[in-house]
């Protein structure tokens, strides 16, 4: 009886374990399947050793700025009329800008406004531009005749102003200007006018210095070159679609100049004189006093030079402020 009675607590006992056991999915061939997808998702990744932070120190936090903000500041446009020696003037106003710190975007030139713009952008600085100008001598660019020339009107010498401005500018190009140049002429015979602005700076000059009865032709590309200066000494339209601040240098004014020079040369500096009226389409014009200077008055260079920059110093207030900074203050470069 007792062993009837121990044997039914083991089989109660045994049944009780067997139902608690888990129970082991099985597949459709009786092997052990894999973990629920459940299981799967609850399983934690292993946390990452080492700081959370990257390798060196924080970056701080920006500091608040204080003071006024940057002045903003637009670029000018110059535009320079020709004249001969007259137009040396123009140097007198490129020094004033320059030392008013002004910026100029680009300059745009006909005829011996020419040589000075190119002068001025090949040297690094203004005193290299003054030492460009002092090797100049006061003849080298006055028209040369020989005696029997001069007797029996025969053509000068072709090649008299190729010298002169090869001593002056040398072999430069345009890319190697520190402001961007533009220079007029035209192709004689049809008066088509265009703009240089790359290649050679002696090539343009050179073109733009070609006034009948004062130099032969240039030959740029097969095309014989003429100076604009009668048809667009001041290229103010053109300029305006380059910057947003155009000044115009008129050196020329509405007074007639003496000259002995030829017929064709008297009507090349007339028209020249009335179409420089389109400086008044410019935002500033400045118009140096020149009084009765000669057209190849060279030896009065300085003398121009000189009353240009006091004519631009008359006009700089109104400059710094179409350039975006107060009158009488200078912008940072």
Known sequence: MEAARGLTIFLILA???????????????GAAGPLPEMAQQDAKPPEPMGPPEPFGPPIPERQPEFGPDPVK???????????????????GVLKAFDDAKIPVSAIYASETAALVAAMYGL????????????????????????LVGKIFHRKRNKKWLDGA?????????????RTRLRIGAKVAGTGESGIFSDGSIFDAVRAAMAVPGYAEPAPVNGREMLSSGDIRP???PEAKREGDVVV????????????REPPEFQTYLKSAQAASEEAGQADVVIRPELGAM????????????????????AVLDDVRKLVGFPAGGEAAR
Request: with cysteine; proline share 6%.
């Open 123 to 146: 040297s690094e600085t203004v005193n290299a531009f003054e030492w460009r100008m002092m090797k100049i001598k006061d003849n080298a660019l006055v028209p040369k005749k020989s």
């Open 248 to 259: 115009a240098v008129d050196v020329l004014g509405p007074a007639p100049l003496a000259t």
């Open 73 to 91: 500041t637009k670029a000018i446009v110059l535009v320079l009329g020709p004249g001969f020696a007259r137009a040396f003037a123009h140097a």
């Open 294 to 313: 000669g057209i190849f008055d060279f030896s009065k260079r300085s003398e121009a030079e000189f009353k240009g920059r006091r004519a631009a110093a």
């Open 234 to 236: 001041l290229m103010v």
């Open 15 to 29: 049944l009780g374990a067997c139902s608690s056991a888990p129970k082991v999915p099985v597949s459709d061939a």
């Open 165 to 177: 401005l090869e001593e002056a500018i040398g072999e430069g190009e345009f890319k190697d200007s």
